[in-house]
C-alpha cells in the first residue's frame, strides 16, 4: 500500500508535513484523490480491470482519452427508465465472511434527482445469500448533481452464503452523465494489522483514572439537559453521561462555514458548561463528545477533514478550545475526541493521524484529563485488529456496538420482517458468544496494550423481539472484560428509549417501564457498591 503509515513511533511530524503537501489535491465536491494508493489484497478479491464487463444499453460506452480508459454512461432526459450501466459478474466465495472495499474514482454531470432515495448514481455490489435464498445491495450512496473528479469507495461484508455476485456503475431511474476511471477501479483492504506501528507500547494510567469506581452510564440528548434529566438519571444509580456535540447526523456536505459551526459550537460548549454544574451537584461524571467535526461528512463512508487540511487544522482548534475551557474541571472525566470515525480511502489526514494531533494539542493545555480515541468503520468492533495504540498514557480507547446492524437497526428506514434474537441473522447464529466473538479484537487490543476500553454506545431498537436479551448479553460481557460502558440514549430518538416501547418507527408510544430499563436500572445498581 503506497499511502501506508510511516509516520514513525509518535505518528505525528512525518503525516503533518505529507498532509500538508498532499492537502492541495483535495476536491472540495468529493473525497480526496488518494494519490496512486495501493490497498491490501484480500485473497480471492476480483481483479475489477479483468473482469467481463458488460453495457446494459445504449447509454453505455467505453471511451478512450491519453491511453486510458473511461467507463461512461450519459442517459439523457425523457429516457431515465431503467438501469442505465457497466455490470461484471465474480465469484464471492472466497469472500465469505470477509469485508472487502471497493475503490473507484468517479464524476458526475447534471445527475438528476431520484424518483426514490435507493436510485440515482450507482456503485453496488449485489449477491445472493445461498442459505436464505436474499438478494443483497450493497451500494455505496453516490450522490447527484454536479460532482468534480474524487475518490469513492464502498464495503461490503460478504455472507458465508454468498453467491452469485455482479459489480454494477452507472445511473437508475435518473438521467445525467457519470464517470469511471477504469483503471481506478481496485478491491482489497484499505487497512491491515500489517501495517500497526507501536506494537508493544503499554499504555500507563494516572491513579484518578485507574482506580476510580466503574463507570456505567448513558448517552444525552442532543440539545441541553435539564436538572430533571439529572435527576432521574440519578434515580436510576447512573454516574455517566456521554455528552454528544451533536447535529445534522447522516447528512453529506454540512458543517463547511467555519464561522457559523464555531458560533454553533460555542452554544453547545455553553450548555455542557451548565451541565456541568447539575453532573456536579447530582454526583455525575461527563465526557465531552464531539459528534459533528467541522467539514462533516463528504460521503457517508468518509469524512472530509481527513482530506481538506481548512477542516483538519479546525477540527484541532475545537479542541483546543475545548481543552482551554473545561480544564480542572473536576465534572469532566475525559475528551471524546471524535465519534464513530469513518474514512474510507487513503487520506493525508487519516483517522488515526488526525486523532493523535488532536490528543497532542489537547495534552499542551490540559495534561490531566483523560483522552478517548475511537476506532475506524464508526467505532466498530473489527476495526480494533488495525488500530494501533497512539504512544501516550492516560488514552481511553472506545468501541460501539450494534452488531449486527440488521437486528439492532431493523425497519428504521426501510420495511421488513421482525428479526429476533438470539437466532440466525444475517447467515449466521448470534447469540452470546457471537456478540464476545465480534468483540475479540476489541478484548485483544486491551490485553495487548493494557489499554482501558469503553463501550460509548450500544442499543437495539425498542420494536426488536429479544432486545433486553441482546443488552443483558452485551452488559455481561462488558462487565467480565471490565469495561465502562453507556446506553445509546437517553431521551434522544424514541426509538432507542428504555422508556418507549412499540411495534415500529410508526407505533412507538412512551411506557412506564419496559424489560430494557430494567436490564439497565439492574446493572446500574452495581455503581452503588
Not at 475489477?48 to 458488460?54: G, P, S
Request: glycine share 6%; with cysteine; net charge positive.
Amino acid at each position: 500500500m503506497k499511502w501506508k503509515n510511516k509516520c514513525g513511533a509518535d505518528g505525528l511530524n512525518a503525516c503533518t508535513k505529507v498532509g500538508m503537501l498532499l492537502a492541495a489535491v483535495c476536491l472540495i465536491a468529493g473525497l480526496c484523490h488518494a494519490e496512486e494508493g495501493k490497498i491490501f489484497p484480500i485473497a480471492g478479491a476480483p481483479d475489477l480491470e479483468k473482469l467481463d464487463w458488460k453495457a446494459s444499453d445504449e447509454y453505455c460506452r467505453v471511451e478512450m482519452r491519453n491511453g486510458r480508459k473511461f467507463l461512461v454512461i450519459d442517459v439523457p432526459q425523457g429516457k431515465e427508465k431503467g438501469s442505465h450501466w457497466f455490470r461484471a459478474a465474480f465469484d464471492p466465495a472466497p469472500l465469505r465472511g470477509k469485508n472487502v472495499t471497493f475503490l473507484f474514482r468517479y464524476r458526475t454531470q447534471n445527475v438528476s434527482t431520484p424518483p426514490k432515495k435507493y436510485y440515482g448514481s450507482k456503485f453496488m455490489v449485489s449477491y445472493r445469500d445461498a442459505s436464505s435464498g436474499e438478494k443483497l445491495w450493497p451500494d455505496a450512496g453516490l450522490q447527484e448533481g454536479n460532482v468534480s473528479w474524487c475518490d469513492g469507495a464502498l464495503q461490503v461484508t460478504f455472507r458465508p452464503g454468498a453467491a452469485d455476485a455482479e459489480v454494477m456503475l452507472g445511473l437508475q431511474e435518473v438521467s445525467g452523465r457519470i464517470e469511471f476511471e477504469f483503471d481506478s477501479l481496485r478491491s482489497g483492504s484499505v487497512f491491515s494489522p500489517a501495517a500497526r506501528i507501536n506494537l508493544d507500547y503499554k499504555v500507563k494510567y494516572p491513579q484518578k483514572t485507574e482506580k476510580h469506581s466503574r463507570l456505567r452510564g448513558m448517552m444525552s440528548p442532543a440539545g441541553p439537559m435539564t436538572e430533571e434529566m439529572f435527576r432521574t438519571l440519578k434515580q436510576w444509580n447512573v454516574n455517566l453521561v456521554r455528552m454528544q456535540i451533536m447535529r445534522n447526523w447522516n447528512k453529506l456536505n454540512t458543517e463547511l462555514d467555519l464561522d457559523e459551526y464555531y458560533r454553533w459550537l460555542d452554544k453547545r460548549l455553553d450548555e455542557i458548561e451548565n451541565a456541568t454544574r447539575l453532573a456536579e451537584k447530582y454526583g455525575i461524571r461527563l465526557i465531552i463528545d464531539l459528534h459533528s467535526p467541522p467539514g462533516g461528512k463528504s460521503s457517508l463512508n468518509h469524512m472530509r477533514m481527513f482530506c481538506e487540511k481548512k477542516y483538519a487544522d479546525a477540527f484541532l482548534d475545537c479542541w483546543r478550545r475545548i481543552a482551554a475551557r473545561f480544564k480542572g474541571n473536576p465534572a469532566i472525566y475525559a475528551y471524546n475526541l471524535l465519534n464513530e470515525p469513518v474514512q474510507a480511502v487513503p487520506a493525508p489526514y487519516d483517522y488515526w493521524n488526525l486523532q493523535r494531533m488532536a490528543a497532542a494539542a489537547v495534552r499542551e493545555i490540559d495534561p490531566d484529563t483523560a483522552i478517548m480515541i475511537e476506532s475506524n468503520e464508526a467505532s466498530r468492533p473489527r476495526a480494533f485488529a488495525y488500530l494501533s495504540p497512539l504512544r501516550m498514557d492516560n488514552i481511553i480507547y472506545q468501541v460501539h456496538m450494534y452488531m449486527p446492524l440488521t437486528y439492532t437497526h431493523q425497519r428504521i428506514r426501510t420495511a421488513g420482517p421482525k428479526i429476533g434474537y438470539p437466532g440466525m441473522i444475517d447467515g449466521e447464529m448470534w447469540n452470546k458468544e457471537k456478540i464476545r466473538e465480534t468483540l475479540q479484537p476489541v478484548r485483544d487490543f486491551q490485553l495487548r496494550h493494557n489499554a482501558r476500553i469503553y463501550v460509548g454506545e450500544f442499543s437495539a431498537v425498542a420494536w426488536a423481539p429479544g432486545a433486553d436479551r441482546y443488552l443483558q448479553d452485551c452488559i455481561d460481557i462488558f462487565e467480565e472484560y471490565g469495561w465502562e460502558w453507556s446506553y445509546h440514549a437517553f431521551r434522544e430518538w424514541n426509538g432507542w428509549s428504555v422508556e418507549h416501547e412499540g411495534t415500529g418507527p410508526d407505533n412507538i408510544r412512551p411506557a412506564k417501564n419496559t424489560r430494557r430499563r430494567e436490564v439497565l436500572l439492574k446493572a446500574f445498581r452495581k455503581n452503588n457498591k
